[in-house]
């Protein structure tokens, strides 16, 4: 039987027919070969935590060459004679750490550590392939496809840069700082040079280096045939098969690098799958007159080419700009195996594509080659490739021509919603062709993508511009209200709205024309509307003092997990290997108008799939149908884990789906069918805005919370008021919802991964109708969780835990990002109507504040307590009147998201604050001032200290300056201080064993490790107690035997919170020591603990902090501000520089709280900046469910220079061991974006001769938003 044959990690394996193509590398690396160190999260191409490296000798040379791929998209088959790569290959515990992995580690780039194999991965691959010949800003732009939802990317660019063949004296001053770090391994021991664990020889490291990879025939091009059952598997090497498949065989499909699948999902592959990949006539290149590029040439081959071809050929120097350009498409390890043929294919399959290749090939006038047969060719443009009929037709290659520079100018654009990795908004290629010496066009092309399916060139324009000046006023307004005429774009949610695509496909003619645009024909300060915006290779600094008098504690470490998440080794939920029986659940959720009521299901279709074994309603429940449990504090109200009747919200889970593997389990999901006794008729009441309007108002909003003020001000000159809304944001976690449940002797063990152990194991007894000790929950760590692996996440227990319950067998649980979206809650979506009176300095005379916060489809999780809180900030308050309401929506039951409630609080107040010194023409620093809290209040002087560091008054002079200077692009700088009201929650505990045999000593807590550093602390705190060293402490699982009751970790605290406890655990053995220490006059740890042991001294001891413990809640303060530039023309922005003071009291660990602080303001950047959501306001069905369509910010879109400082010789009377918490504020910090987003436009607005009025952008602050908030007009588009 043929077999398809390849090796990981240097051993051999052989995937034959039961490997059908949906088996995918990933499934095979992690669940057949069980090297679990690959992780997955969104399975398109979108997030790089499943990416592994690859080395293959690729056609048609077939030089060896070593790249990266996304192992979610490649299928297994499609590995013929690969040697794959993964994490556990390039370093682990056993033979040695790779460079790569222990500079990460001591550059404290992990926090959870579930993308970091990823980012592993993209690093060797080009560290292996470009050894020595990498600058900085080349490593920091490869990295588009990797997400790091916890770092905030900064100290993971850093640590990579040192690689490059170009490192700043900073970096390499950063360098030799942490080359004196040790970090620790897993053995638990602190690595040195000359450690024994090192790899002996070459061998160790399981690859080879060597050429004897190859586990196929180099030569031998014979077609191989995968008999799956059903399916058939081609492997062709020559074109005359494929063919020949074809001819046989009416349903077919062609692969090559089938990254295709990360746009357009494939549920289903046909009967006979053609893996083209290689396929020799289809690769390579020929450069006679035309430029004649394979189909099957790889996207990455392809720019190798453009770049080397433009700098040797005057004729083809337009392909400079095409590397530019398609530098912004996808992404490296994308790019690596995604074929010029495929991505064309995806145009013709779907023309409404807004693809890259096309829109170039097309703006140069390409031709393609199709055949029908090795011989049957014809050549195309490529307009009228997508009206051919493609039925057993196969493109062969592109023909570029060439372009002489001289009478020929050529621009393109992509316009994203973040700097990479993102498709575009609008794209749109340009070419003047003109007459011999002269300033006439002979022709104008101009290609838009993204307007409507068929839109491709604006004719018409095309047409007005021949014989005509186009860098002259009036042929640009000509052109300009042509477009305007005959651009008329399709709405397409979530695509941003056909206005905004329609405006922005106008100022790209413009932003054109300013570019090509000779020097003397345009206003000097118009030119740099021309280009993109070019960020610097970002850099950043953290400035704190270390007390080395305290140390362990208060010593900047690296995380003490860092060594094992960046070999992989480190486990999450998932990486359990794989039990004898397991099988997969998936939620089948309710498609439909909140307030359908289910009457029955119909699995038939689904059963009909080899693997299905199960299917679970709410009747199968034997216990509470409930995952919030009201005897867990925080929540109040009980949530079905499986709807019973009336759906909730479109996408309500109301079945469980079991199979024997995961991806038919998610296959099946969709073919169960539910029946309807009655479908909602009424539109779904989804924002405030619909509760306000509906009849349901009343029951539907309760109030929270009201503060009333003591006083009124009656200097009331300025009334200013408004409302502001904000709006919700996905948790973004890397490792997705999961839970693994395993039938044990006595009843259950559950590995979860959940913020919260005590609500799980009470939701899961309850449900199940067992008793809460026969349910085991254990979390090692969590990928991620920033408040939506709280209470969320029980949902996904609960009903795992069913399955195991009811069919004896393993079960493992593993939510896919779609199904994530649709089902679980998010960041509560705020808003605001305000009222302020303020005298002539701003000062509030009286302030009425009416918050909504949508909570979904259940009270549970309301903020408005809190919210109340934040806003207050660190303002006098005595004049305010505060009302917090919670709102009632037909979305999924909204939850707690990094830093919720006060991210809105500080939010709300600090636009209220730019708002009245805008009314009153005021400085907004004055207007703070006056209106901060006046007594024992540090932020003034945190304020006046940053202004300094920041050097605030000069760049504001140098912002005014630039401005002034260039028309179409702005800057914007501000600053704004913020104070967080710190509180408590509890109980958490923290045991601590001491082992006699060596002194070591372990802690196991009720906290849960999610990349906030929470062992670490711990650690810290107990070496310092016992005043030993870190690395003699090793912290475990969490688990629900030895933590009990313990509270979720959240709201910044529960690494203080952790800490305390131990602190308390460590006093209690110390206590018992004390003797045994005073008989032995003060000896060496190790022989303490010896002869403790030895006289029965109890060297165990728990602690559990809780309310009646002597810790006060207290405030943190920081300050932030920050400095952004602005594309006019485009709305995309560049943040140049961020300065954060903030308060950090002594810190525990600085490294992790920088790490902290980093991370939380670059989620912060996200929520303001990129991250939007999208739902259909006739069904209530989420539209932003894909990494395709939700954009959490990239590597580039930090900010460039991100300065992070921490309050100088800060204490805290109140916190432990004088510490406070760092996870969340921060985030709250991030608003100031908008702010200085503001200021760049209403720069704008001022040189188009608007008032200056104030102008809102609307939240979030996307590309689209700014744009719109210019308040763009044809008529402003001019040259002089
Ligand atoms: C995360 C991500 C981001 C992306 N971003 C962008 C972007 O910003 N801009 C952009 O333009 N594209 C983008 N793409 C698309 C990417 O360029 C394509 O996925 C890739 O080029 C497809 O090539 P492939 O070889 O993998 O095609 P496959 O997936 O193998 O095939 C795709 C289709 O093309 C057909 N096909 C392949 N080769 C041929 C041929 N020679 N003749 C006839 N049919 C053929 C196949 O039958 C299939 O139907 C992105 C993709 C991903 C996954
Ligand atoms: S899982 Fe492969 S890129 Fe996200
Ligand atoms: S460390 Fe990158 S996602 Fe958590």
Redesign the pocket.
């Known amino acids: 039987m043929a077999k398809i044959v390849f090796k990981i990690n240097g051993k051999q394996y052989e995937a034959d027919g039961k490997f059908g193509p949906d088996v995918s590398l990933n499934e095979y690396i992690r669940n057949v070969a069980e090297l679990r160190g690959t992780k997955a999260m969104c399975h398109?191409?979108?997030c790089g935590a499943c990416i592994v490296a690859v080395r293959a000798a690729l056609p048609p040379t077939n030089e060896v060459k070593l790249f990266s791929v996304n192992s979610c998209?490649v299928s297994v088959l499609s590995c013929h004679g690969w040697e794959i790569i993964t994490v556990e290959g390039v370093g682990n515990r056993l033979t040695s750490y790779h460079e790569i992995q222990s500079r990460l580690a001591k550059f404290n780039g992990t926090q959870c550590g579930y993308c970091t194999p990823g980012w592993i991965m993209n690093m060797y691959s080009i560290y292996e392939s470009k050894k020595n010949s990498i600058t900085q800003n080349e490593i920091e732009n490869s990295f588009a496809?990797n997400i790091c939802r916890c770092t905030g990317y900064r100290p993971i660019a850093d640590a990579f840069k040192t690689f490059a063949n170009n490192p700043d004296q900073e970096l390499i001053n950063k360098l030799i700082d942490v080359e004196d770090l040790s970090v620790l391994r897993s053995c638990g021991k602190r690595c040195s040079k000359n450690c024994h664990h090192k790899a002996k020889n070459d061998k160790e490291t399981n690859i080879n280096n060597d050429n004897s990879w190859c586990v196929i025939e180099r030569s031998d091009n014979k077609m191989i045939v995968v008999d799956c059952g059903k399916r058939k598997w081609f492997k062709t090497y020559v074109l005359d098969d494929v063919f020949k498949i074809m001819s046989k065989n009416n349903d077919y499909?062609?692969?090559?690098?089938?990254?295709?699948?990360?746009?357009y999902h494939v549920d289903d592959y046909p009967l006979n799958v053609i893996d083209?990949f290689n396929v020799s006539e289809?690769k390579g290149h020929t450069l006679d007159v035309n430029l004649v590029l394979g189909?099957?040439m790889p996207?990455s081959e392809m720019m190798e080419l453009f770049l080397k071809i433009s700098s040797e050929n005057e004729d083809f120097a337009y392909l400079k700009a095409f590397y530019d350009h398609m530098d912004?498409?996808?992404?490296i390890p994308?790019r690596n195996?995604?074929?010029i043929?495929?991505?064309l294919?995806?145009k013709y399959?779907n023309n409404d594509f807004?693809?890259?290749?096309f829109l170039l090939f097309e703006t140069v006038g390409a031709m393609m080659t199709i055949a029908e047969s090795v011989i049957d060719m014809k050549a195309v443009s490529c307009t009228n490739f997508l009206k051919t009929d493609?039925k057993r037709?196969?493109?062969i290659n592109i023909m570029l021509p060439p372009l002489s520079s001289k009478n020929t100018k050529i621009k393109t654009y992509k316009i994203m919603p973040r700097s990479q990795?993102?498709?575009?908004v609008v794209n749109a290629g340009f070419l003047f062709r003109f007459k011999r010496n002269s300033n006439l066009l002979e022709k104008a092309t101009i290609v838009y993508g993204s307007i409507s399916p068929k839109f491709v060139h604006a004719t018409k324009t095309e047409g007005i511009l021949a014989g005509k000046d186009p860098f002259i006023d009036e042929t640009l307004q000509l052109a300009l209200k042509s477009l305007d005429k005959e651009i008329s774009p399709e709405e397409a949610p979530p695509e941003p709205s056909a206005a905004y695509r329609k405006m922005l496909a106008i100022s790209l003619y413009y932003k054109a024309i300013l570019n090509l645009c000779p020097d003397d024909k345009i206003d000097p300060k118009f030119k740099s509307g021309g280009e993109a915006i070019k960020r610097l290779t970002s850099r950043g600094t953290e400035t704190y003092d270390t007390d080395k008098s305290v140390w362990p504690l208060n010593q900047p470490i690296p995380k003490i997990e860092a060594l094992v998440q960046c070999s992989g080794e480190a486990t999450f939920s998932n990486d359990l290997p794989s039990q004898p029986d397991e099988v997969f659940a998936a939620f089948v959720t309710a498609d439909v108008i909140a307030g359908s009521v289910i009457s029955d299901f119909d699995t038939s279709e689904a059963f009909k799939l080899p693997g299905v074994l199960a299917f679970y309603t709410a009747k199968d429940i034997p216990g509470d149908n409930s995952f919030t449990p009201v005897n867990c504090t925080l929540l109040n109200f009980h949530e079905e884990i499986l709807c019973t009747k009336e759906v909730k919200f479109y996408g309500d889970p109301a079945g469980i789906i079991v199979a024997t593997r995961e991806k038919i389990a998610n296959k099946a999901a969709k073919l169960v069918k539910i029946n309807y006794e009655s479908i909602a008729k009424s539109k779904p009441l989804l924002t405030t805005e619909d509760v306000l309007k509906s009849s349901e108002k009343d029951k539907r909003i309760t109030m929270n919370r009201t503060m009333k003020p003591e006083e009124v001000g009656n200097d009331v000159k300025y009334v200013v008021n408004g409302e502001f809304k904000l709006e919700s944001q996905h948790h973004f976690y890397m490792e997705p919802q999961t839970c693994v449940v395993r039938p044990t002797e006595d009843g259950l063990e559950v590995i979860s991964s959940t913020q919260w152990l005590d609500l799980t194991n009470v939701a899961i007894a309850q449900s199940l109708n067992v008793p809460a000790n026969s349910v085991t929950v254990v979390v090692r760590r969590v990928g991620g969780g920033y408040g939506g692996k709280i209470t969320r996440s029980c949902q996904i227990a609960c009903a795992t835990a069913l399955v195991t319950h009811l069919l004896g067998r393993t079960c493992r649980f593993i939510m896919p990002l779609e199904t994530n979206m649709k089902t679980i809650g998010k960041r509560l979506p705020t808003s605001c109507n305000f009222e302020v009176g303020v005298n002539d300095e701003g000062e509030i005379q009286y302030l009425k504040n009416i918050i909504y916060q949508e909570n979904g489809c259940s009270w549970n999780e309301s903020m408005g307590y809190t919210t109340v809180n934040h806003f207050r900030n660190c303002y006098d308050t005595k004049r305010w009147y505060i009302e917090a309401n919670a709102v009632m929506t037909d979305t999924a039951s909204n939850t707690w998201c990094r830093a919720p409630s006060s991210t809105e609080g500080v939010a709300m107040i600090e636009y209220i604050m730019e708002k009245i010194a805008h009314r009153i023409g005021k400085d907004p620093l004055h207007v703070r001032n006056v209106n901060m809290v006046k007594e024992d209040n540090p932020v003034p002087d945190l304020m006046h200290q940053l202004m300094k560091d920041s050097n605030y008054n000069n760049r504001l002079e140098e912002v005014k300056q630039f401005n002034e200077q260039n028309r179409w692009r702005k800057r914007g700088l501000k600053i704004i201080p913020m104070t967080y009201d710190l509180f408590y929650i509890g109980p958490y505990n923290s045991l601590i064993s001491v082992y006699h045999g060596d002194g070591s000593v372990i802690i196991t807590h009720g906290g849960i490790e999610m990349g906030q550093g929470i062992n670490t602390k711990a650690a810290q705190v107990c070496a310092y107690m016992f005043g030993i060293p870190v690395e003699k402490i090793s912290v475990k699982p969490s688990s629900s035997i030895t933590s009990p009751n313990s509270m979720a970790t959240g709201a910044s605290v529960g690494s203080e919170c952790v800490s305390f406890a131990t602190m308390k655990a460590c006093e209690i053995i110390l206590e018992r020591l004390a003797p045994v220490r005073e008989m032995m006059n003060n000896p060496p740890w190790e022989e303490l603990i010896e002869k403790a042991f030895q006289i029965g001294v109890d060297l165990q001891a728990s602690y559990m902090y809780s309310a009646k413990d002597d810790v006060k809640p207290y405030d943190i303060y920081g300050a932030c501000a920050l400095e952004v530039e602005v594309d006019i023309l485009t709305g995309n922005l560049d943040i140049r520089r961020v300065d954060l003071l903030e308060d950090t009291g002594r810190s525990l660990s600085p490294k992790i709280d920088v790490a902290q602080i980093e991370g939380a303001f670059v989620m912060g950047i996200g929520y303001w900046t990129s991250e939007k959501l999208m739902y259909d306001s006739d069904t209530g069905k989420i539209l932003t469910d894909r990494t395709w369509t939700y954009k959490p910010p990239g590597i580039k879109d930090i900010p460039a220079d991100f300065r992070v400082y921490f309050r100088r010789n800060s204490k805290n009377p109140f916190g432990v061991l004088q510490s406070k918490a760092t996870g969340e504020p921060a985030l709250c910090l991030a608003s100031v974006v908008t702010h200085a987003l503001r200021e760049a436009v209403r720069a704008a607005r001022l040189d188009a001769g608007y008032e200056d009025q104030w102008v809102d952008i609307q939240n979030p602050c996307t590309v689209e938003n700014i744009f719109s908030a210019v308040g763009h007009k044809v008529e402003h588009f001019i040259l002089k």
């Open positions: 398109e191409g979108g998209l496809g499909k062609l692969i090559a690098g089938n990254t295709g699948q990360g746009v083209i289809l189909a099957g996207l912004l498409v996808a992404h994308v195996i995604g074929t043929g495929g991505n294919y995806l399959m807004q693809s890259d290749l493609m037709k196969v493109i990795n993102a498709h575009a």
